[in-house]
């Protein structure tokens, strides 16, 4: 069995996704925004369940760093989240 069937060109590892390891490094970078995006609204969204149960419970005094958990996390969360998906989005069709 022949271990390398173009002789005059290198071997590229595939990758599970169908690109090559050098497409692969390649869009790593990419795909940072929208995790980031993603575990923020996560955050926010968990301060926004913690206020209703803290409210629930009869607590009317909320810290403050709950409330702009709450008020920021969920925004700025989304607002990342989109912006990668768009970036990734433009950078694939080029």
């Known amino acids: ?3 390398n069937i173009c ?8 990758h ?4 090559g ?6 869009r790593a970078g990419d795909t940072k ?9 996560g955050i ?3 301060a926004v369940v913690a206020i209703f149960v803290l409210f629930a419970t009869g607590r009317t005094e ?5 409330n702009v958990t709450a008020g920021l996390g969920l925004p700025v969360g989304l607002a990342l989240g989109v912006a990668g998906v768009i ?3 433009r950078r694939s069709r080029r």
């Open 1 to 3: 069995m022949r271990s």
């Open 7 to 14: 002789p005059g060109r290198p071997k590229t590892k595939i």
């Open 16 to 19: 599970p996704t169908g690109l």
């Open 21 to 26: 390891s050098d497409d692969v490094q390649a």
């Open 33 to 41: 925004l929208v995790p980031v995006g993603v575990t923020l609204f």
């Open 44 to 46: 926010g969204l968990l």
């Open 62 to 66: 909320l810290p403050v760093w709950l």
């Open 87 to 89: 970036r990734n989005a």
